[in-house]
């Protein structure tokens, strides 16, 4: 069957691991200072391991796949212990995959496996991936009201989905595009990323992402963009913004320069590449 499923970069990826330890379902393995897909039924396709790459050496791609089985997996991950299939029916849960998760519950029901979300809420979850679904709570930090700035926006609209594909300020321009929870994180977005430049917004989770690479890809085509800047949330289903733009940028066959930036949830630059 043709589905999404991940693919790693055996040329950037440097065998770390850290993606390893973000697939509880055991599909990854480091295999002679590489990760590999060791087996493709244990690759729900979701990738949350690639926030977990430091090098994002891993991408999610559409090819023949061999079917995702998660009765498999329940059985694979249970002989791991509670935590690991815990973290696995969370992993299900966050990512709004209900089928998955009940069949998973019932298959465990049928073996005499214990639920680990026994007493908790296992109903899907609808927020925009893993960890931006944890409620977490911290205090701001004080601001004069001297320091108050004025706007960077220079067009309208923004939203990616309204858009036109040959909007007057696209051609010769900076292009700034941002997961529309980054201006809310980021404190400097407007003097750092938004003055002088222009700028599309969106949400690869909740969006219709093959809408996206589409409209993306005639943006490309037919705008002199100059420069391109991904900036977005640090937690996994956020990156799905990078995977949308890189393949935009394939298939218009424009050679146009990217950076690459993740914003913590704190409102900090983490990384930027």
């Known amino acids: 069957m ?31 200072g590489k990760a590999r897909l060791i087996n493709e039924a244990f690759c729900d396709g979701l990738g949350a391991c690639i926030g ?28 791991k212990g509670e ?52 409620p977490e709570q911290w205090e701001t930090e004080s601001q004069d009201e001297e320091a108050r700035i004025s706007s960077g926006l220079s067009q309208w609209p923004v939203q990616l989905n309204l858009v036109p594909v040959k909007a007057p300020y696209l051609d010769g321009s900076d292009l700034v595009i941002a997961a529309d929870c980054v201006p809310f994180a980021y404190p400097n977005f407007h003097q750092d990323y938004l003055r002088g430049n222009s700028v599309v917004v969106g949400c690869p989770k909740l969006d219709d992402a093959d809408h996206y690479v589409e409209k993306l890809t005639e943006m490309f085509k037919q705008n002199d963009i100059e420069n391109v800047k ?44």
């Open 2 to 32: 043709k589905r999404e499923i991940i693919k790693i970069d055996e040329e950037i990826c440097n065998g770390c691991g850290e993606c390893v330890k973000g697939c509880p379902e055991g599909a990854l393995q480091v295999i002679d």
């Open 230 to 273: 991904i900036v977005h949330m640090e937690v996994p289903c956020c990156f799905g913004l990078t995977q949308l733009v890189k393949k935009a940028l394939s298939r218009s066959q424009k050679d146009i320069p990217f950076e690459d930036v993740t914003i913590s949830i704190k409102g900090k630059i983490k990384k930027s590449s």
């Open 52 to 79: 977990d790459c430091p090098l994002d050496a891993i991408t999610i791609e559409e090819r023949e796949a061999e079917p995702y089985d998660e009765k498999t997996v329940v059985e694979n991950i249970a002989e």
């Open 83 to 134: 935590n690991v299939l815990k973290a696995h029916l969370e992993h299900l849960r966050e990512h709004g995959q209900s089928e998955l998760l009940q069949e998973a519950l019932s298959h465990m029901n049928k073996l005499g496996i214990k639920n680990p979300l026994e007493g908790t809420d296992t109903a899907p979850k609808t927020a925009c991936g893993c960890p931006s679904s944890a």
